[in-house]
């Protein structure tokens, strides 16, 4: 790129080898940190390895946003890069997002075009959490017209991902962020473990008066998981409770506690199966205690 000094990358591993050859290979030349939260699969000699010029850092798993913070920490050029271990940049795309971001002085994040492994887009924009928004998304009603931006305001409704827009959200699978807006807002809340810590993030700057803006003319490949059971699926619902707690108020969590309590029992009986399991061992976790309970509790 024009300017490699100008941004560096920082990737989070966990058990990392089916996808990290090709996400450091997509930014190679860049300064590049992979801060290892604790893989077993032989992720950090592999990256050693076959990447002798990236650092790495082993660092005990406290969560995604926390090995953000360290990573971060670690170098200091004016944009950080945020960047999934299954995710990898198109050719340019880096110069391209770093190129854009510097036109537009207010913005504290900005987020690429995302694709899917076989070139389909993957809606990336999302919408802070609320308790319509949670019913919108838990109860499907957002099946009824995922067009709209009243019922499916969760997903950017409406917005085919095609141009430029100051957004609430951008998923954290790929981010640049400008160093002058994390110095003045802070680091990631590290009190989220895997979900939601992107999207507190941007609340944050948003507050602050920075924005979050989506720039399609950069893409990236993101090998979106399959859903999430057992303990991540908690952690997700956790993240909602958590964010709704911190910046709506401990009445508002509470009544999206019983929504999504309400809508996960109900999914619990339409679903058979590991899908249906899901469901109820997330309702049993949400029946288990009240919101200050539950945001306590971590992995």
Known sequence: MADASRVAVVVVTYDALPWIEQCLT???GVETVVVDNGSSDGTVAFVRERFPDVRVIEA???GLGAGWNIGIRATSSAYALLLNADAWLSEGALERLVEFTETRPRAAVVGPRLLNPDGT???SVRG???VWRLATEYLFLRKLAPGSSALNAFYAGGFDHDEVRDV???MGA???LRREAIEQVGDCDENYFLFSEETDWCFRFREAGWQVVFFPGAECVHVRGASHSGRLYRENLRGHLLF???HRGPKVAERARRLLLVSLRLRGLAFRGDRGRVYRDGA???ASGDVAALVASRP
């Open 26 to 28: 997509s930014v190679r």
């Open 60 to 62: 005990e798993n406290r």
């Open 121 to 123: 887009l993957q809606r």
């Open 128 to 130: 802070f959490p609320t």
């Open 168 to 170: 609430e959200v951008v």
């Open 174 to 176: 790929c981010m640049l």
């Open 244 to 246: 709704l707690s911190k």
């Open 284 to 286: 049993a976790w949400l």
